[in-house]
């Protein structure tokens, strides 16, 4: 994103800079990035200014917000240049085939016996269950995504605004150069291509990035078990850490219940 900001928006922006990526030559400028704390009403506003200027904004966190660094945001950790396109993937194709890594029993993982990781995944084990249908949206998901903004930000109010020139939220991640999910896959396009079929098939709205974590609004959660856990099997794919780590007890079924009528989703990536 080369031209500043601010020439292509009615909302006053405060104090910020554009950051350049910490690899090449200086000449790639993905993001532009608030100086101080971001607010939800100008977060709303940009919003739904984004189909005149092109700019999508995200609420961003850091990995430590004492450091003056505001990792990896302010420090230029992102690399937009690693990226592929989000459109060039396959979002079914991604999700089985990640499923089929993280199912696999490891005969010397010393952790979790092959019934015990089978299990995780019940009532699916290894068998990948295909997508959840597509649902249809009780509420409008652009109004949704700005009430979770500011739900967010109550719960993180050191978060800064950042404006990346995206066609949608789930480009914005590629765009930008975001590499939460480095410790699964350095390719963040291939998660764009993902979060972009969420955008459509469930009302899906990006609204903050974190270092490793990622935060979504759900227009269209899904309501019953049978659909549930077909979501929750997605996001096992996507990012197993929200069950191997996140869900107590640690197993799909548990996440299920979790993310049933929910509408915000949050991934992190150990």
């Given amino acids: 994103m080369h031209p500043e900001p601010r020439l292509s928006l009615e909302a006053a922006l405060p104090p910020g800079r554009?950051?350049?990526?910490?690899?090449?030559?200086?000449?790639?400028?993905?993001?532009?990035?608030?100086?101080?704390?971001?607010?939800?009403?100008?977060?709303?506003?940009?919003?739904?200014?984004?189909?005149?200027?092109?700019?999508?904004?995200?609420?961003?966190?850091s990995l430590d917000p004492s450091d003056d660094e505001f990792r990896p945001w302010g420090s230029g950790e992102i690399f937009p240049e690693q990226m592929s396109a989000p459109a060039s993937?396959?979002?079914?194709?991604?999700?089985?085939q990640w499923w089929a890594t993280y199912t696999a029993v490891d005969e010397?993982?010393?952790?979790?016996?092959?019934?015990?990781?089978?299990?995780?995944?019940?009532?699916?084990?290894?068998?990948?269950?295909g997508i959840a249908p597509a649902r249809s949206a009780a509420a409008d998901p652009d109004e949704l995504a700005a009430e979770y903004a500011q739900v967010f930000l109550t719960g993180r109010?050191?978060?800064?605004?950042?404006?990346v020139a995206a066609a949608s939220g789930s480009e914005a991640l590629a765009v930008a150069g975001w590499c939460g999910p480095l410790s699964?896959?350095?390719?963040?396009?291939?998660?764009?291509?993902?979060?972009?079929?969420?955008?459509?098939?469930?009302?899906?709205?990006?609204?903050?990035?974190?270092?490793?974590?990622?935060?979504?609004?759900?227009?269209?959660?899904?309501?019953?078990?049978k659909d549930a856990l077909l979501v929750a099997a997605e996001h096992f794919a996507v990012c197993p850490d929200n069950v191997w780590q996140g869900s107590r007890p640690y197993m799909l079924t548990a996440y299920a219940e979790q993310i049933t009528g929910a509408h915000s989703w949050d991934f992190w990536w150990d």
């Fill in 89 to 96: 993937h396959d979002p079914a194709g991604l999700l089985e």
């Fill in 18 to 61: 554009m950051i350049t990526s910490a690899e090449g030559d200086g000449d790639v400028q993905p993001l532009w990035l608030s100086d101080r704390p971001a607010t939800a009403g100008l977060w709303a506003q940009i919003h739904a200014e984004h189909t005149r200027s092109g700019l999508w904004p995200l609420l961003l966190d």
């Fill in 157 to 163: 109010p050191q978060s800064r605004l950042g404006l």
């Fill in 184 to 225: 699964h896959d350095n390719d963040t396009a291939k998660f764009s291509a993902v979060v972009r079929d969420w955008e459509r098939r469930f009302g899906v709205r990006v609204v903050a990035v974190g270092f490793s974590t990622l935060h979504l609004s759900v227009a269209a959660p899904p309501m019953n078990e």
């Fill in 108 to 129: 010397g993982d010393d952790m979790l016996s092959a019934e015990k990781r089978l299990a995780v995944t019940a009532p699916f084990g290894k068998d990948w269950p």
